[in-house]
T-cell receptor, first 115, second 107 residues
């Protein structure tokens, strides 16, 4: 079974703090994604990575950065947390897209509260 | 403008009822996914389809490519089916998500 794990289920931070969210997958997937999920808005893509050290901006990259130094690990960084970044953050991974039907595998999510 | 629209947004059903959740999309797609999210946040993939119909237990997913429409059906619904069901479409490397349908099945 594919396993995608996230470093924290719940996180409380203060405005201005630097926040690291870690995601690890164990299936040697090329692609990894970071989403945030807010009520009424569904899942929105922040960043994705299709290879080590490669990254692409999603729909809402402002205020975020990412790092992928190893294939299995994809980190989301909030350089200076703000209250409007309070949200549920979901990591996902998938095999190389474009090779037919592929699906994403999601982590359990991290609920971040910024005070 | 949302590329993926789901209906209804909220649904309450009695145990045993037949349930249908609809999804319409406006982009050409490589594949359509139905996802299930239980309270607590974890998301699992139920179906991935690009044509026709798929069945898994009490769940059935259909897609009509010409009409850009998909349905998720649950037969003999059960309280453990209570969850948010999310429709997602993939176009090349990009995924587009609906806002989800919150289903509550009452015993």
């Amino acid at each position: 079974d594919v396993k995608v794990t996230q470093s924290s289920r719940y996180l409380v931070k203060r405005t201005g703090e630097k926040v690291f969210l870690e995601c690890v997958q164990d299936m040697d997937h090329e692609n990894m994604f970071w989403y945030r999920q807010d009520p009424g808005l569904g899942l929105r893509l922040i960043y994705f990575s299709y290879d080590v050290k490669m990254k692409e901006k999603g729909d809402i990259p402002e205020g975020y950065s990412v790092s992928r130094e190893k294939k299995e690990r994809f980190s989301l960084i909030l350089e200076s947390a703000s209250t409007n970044q309070t949200s549920m953050y979901l990591c996902a991974s998938s095999p190389l897209l474009g090779t037919g039907l592929v699906t994403q595998y999601f982590g359990p999510g991290t609920r971040l509260l910024v005070l | 403008k949302n590329e993926v629209e789901q209906s209804p947004q909220n649904l309450t059903a009695q145990e045993g009822e037949f349930i249908t959740i609809n999804c319409s999309y406006s982009v050409g797609i490589s594949a359509l996914h139905w996802l299930q999210q239980h309270p607590g946040g974890g998301i699992v993939s139920l179906f991935m389809l690009s044509s026709g119909k798929k069945k898994h237990g009490r769940l059935i997913a259909t897609i009509n490519i010409q009409e850009k429409h998909s349905s998720l059906h649950i037969t003999a619904s059960h309280p453990r089916d209570s969850a948010v069901y999310i429709c997602a479409v993939r176009l090349l490397s990009q995924f587009y998500f609906g806002t989800g349908t919150s289903l509550t099945v009452i015993p």
